[in-house]
């Protein structure tokens, strides 16, 4: 009798896990990451503070696709994947969002600016290194 509820209980959790995992499929990813963030909360940013802000969550954002796609080798490593690293992606996304926002509203272009080339001395060579 015993063995037969144990059964029952482990199926019930079972269950409840399921539908919990499953039941957050409904809202869509970008909704959930919007909803991590405040609104307005990069209104008050500079051009260039958005150009290096899009930068850093463009970067994390890569960075965490990466470890899920690492994580996503079996089952397991998907739902871990899910719980640890989702959370973050999510909010990152959220960020992401808040930022090209607030920069089509102050008509910023978030492209980088490209590096700057230095250009060797004027007459000088370089030195053969001593062996």
């Given at each position: 009798?015993?063995?037969?509820?144990?059964?029952?209980?482990?199926?019930?959790?079972?269950?409840?896990?399921?539908?919990?995992?499953?039941?957050?499929?409904s809202?869509?990813?970008?909704?959930?990451?919007?909803?991590?963030?405040?609104?307005?909360?990069?209104?008050?940013?500079?051009?260039?503070?958005?150009?290096?802000?899009?930068?850093?969550?463009?970067?994390?954002?890569?960075e965490?696709e990466?470890?899920?796609?690492?994580?996503?080798v079996?089952a397991?490593?998907?739902?871990?994947?899910?719980?640890?690293?989702?959370?973050?992606?999510?909010?990152?996304?959220?960020?992401?969002?808040?930022?090209?926002l607030?920069?089509?509203?102050?008509?910023?272009?978030?492209?980088?600016p490209?590096?700057?080339?230095?250009?060797p001395?004027a007459?000088?060579?370089?030195r053969?290194?001593?062996?």
């Amino acid at each position: 009798m015993t063995e037969i509820r144990n059964r029952q209980a482990v199926s019930l959790i079972s269950a409840l896990v399921a539908a919990a995992l499953t039941g957050g499929c409904s809202v869509t990813e970008q909704g959930t990451a919007r909803l991590l963030v405040a609104p307005g909360s990069y209104e008050f940013y500079s051009c260039p503070q958005l150009v290096n802000a899009a930068q850093s969550f463009r970067s994390r954002q890569r960075e965490l696709e990466n470890l899920m796609a690492k994580a996503s080798v079996d089952a397991a490593g998907r739902m871990m994947s899910e719980v640890t690293y989702r959370p973050d992606y999510l909010t990152v996304r959220g960020q992401l969002h808040e930022v090209e926002l607030a920069a089509r509203q102050k008509q910023c272009d978030l492209t980088p600016p490209a590096p700057k080339a230095v250009a060797p001395a004027a007459g000088k060579k370089a030195r053969p290194r001593p062996r």
